[in-house]
């Protein structure tokens, strides 16, 4: 609650709480169209993609896998380049429908590969992504010069907060019902996670819980990046930060995951607002340099701990990591 009152008053233009409260209506103007749509937007942004990390990680049985390391990012932005070139006059929700539909579509053909891979080390997965998302960025970036939308592409090749304003940014609140919906299946995801055979056991189907997950994953991706952009290593360090200190069972650890990736990016944007002030440096070089550190801290910690969780003192803190650790190259502790 502290930082984001905090945020409300961090800009360019200086916005008092005295003015406010004498009712001076310049200021309550950019209040309300500018700086509380941002704040909304990067809690739901932080939320979501944290959120769809932590389902994509449970569902592929890997720590490393995450919207950008599963092609869901750039599946996004393929499809809001498909909506500039064949629906140039679409609204927002235009394209956004567009996002959804190829993000889905990404995320699954990306799932559908590493099923058929026999080897399913802890780094092959990711780096699977990691190609197939690259070779979307290709075609996207080839027909973004070929039909000259370079500039018109770069808005949702890089995330940044600033065009947020009240009425641009309304779509970003699907990350609030897709966030309760998948608390709901928290438990399946769990299940899921084990196995496909582990799951009929328990009597779960687990095709359809696989598609209902990666789905409520990849629209939330998609509804930031229509709004936002493309940022990486939410979704890929916050779950696993989580999961170090409270396991990996999703129901008792979304809700801290959420949490803490509204703080992750809330921090992050008011370090881009005032670190060259009055300029504003794009959210995702901030949350780019700080999560690359925090990626490699994670990865030599799992290749030195496997996915040992962080017992603090006075808290018996278990998940069911030590289950499904073999099953992403973790060793078992």
């Keep these: ?12 233009i200086d916005i008092q709480v005295t003015s406010l409260l004498a009712g001076n209506l310049e200021q309550w103007e950019i209040f309300i169209i500018s700086r509380l749509p941002r704040l909304l937007a990067i809690l739901c ?35 809001i380049l498909l909506a500039l070139l064949f629906w140039p ?6 394209r956004a429908i ?33 190609m197939f998302g690259n070779v979307i960025g290709g075609i996207t970036n080839y027909l973004a010069y070929k039909y000259e939308m370079t500039q018109a592409l770069s808005s949702w090749l890089v995330g940044h907060f600033s065009l947020v304003l009240k009425g641009r940014y309304e779509i970003v609140y699907l990350v609030v019902p897709l966030v309760i919906l998948a608390f709901l299946f928290a438990n399946h995801f769990n299940i899921v996670g084990m196995g496909k055979e582990f799951s009929k056991n328990l009597g779960i189907h687990y095709n359809l819980i696989l598609f209902v997950g990666l789905t409520i994953a990849a629209m939330i991706t998609a509804s930031v990046v229509v709004v936002v952009g493309s940022i990486s290593y939410i979704g890929l360090i916050v779950p696993n930060i989580i999961a170090m200190f409270k396991g990996d069972k999703i129901r008792g650890t979304l809700v801290d995951t959420a949490l803490f990736g509204a703080i992750f990016v809330l921090v992050c944007d008011m370090i881009g607002r005032v670190v060259i002030m009055p300029y504003e440096l794009p959210i995702e070089l901030i949350v780019g340099i700080v999560g690359s550190v925090l990626f490699i801290a994670l990865l030599l910690y799992r290749l030195k701990n496997g996915r040992k969780v962080i017992r603090l003192k006075g808290a018996g803190i278990t998940g069911c990591g030590s289950v499904a650790s073999s099953l992403d190259g973790g060793e078992k502790k």
Excluded: H, Y
């Design 1 to 12: 609650m502290f930082l984001s009152a905090v945020s409300l008053f961090v800009g360019v």
């Design 45 to 79: 942004t932080g939320i979501g993609m944290s959120t769809a990390g932590l389902i994509m990680q449970q569902l592929c049985m890997n720590k490393f896998v995450s919207p950008t390391t599963g092609a869901t990012i750039s599946s996004a932005q393929f499809g």
């Design 89 to 94: 006059g679409s609204t927002l929700w235009g």
């Design 98 to 130: 567009f996002a959804f539909t190829t993000a889905v579509l990404g995320t699954w053909i990306f799932v559908w590969f590493i099923q058929r891979i026999q080897f399913k080390d802890v780094v092959m997965v990711p780096l699977v992504g990691i």
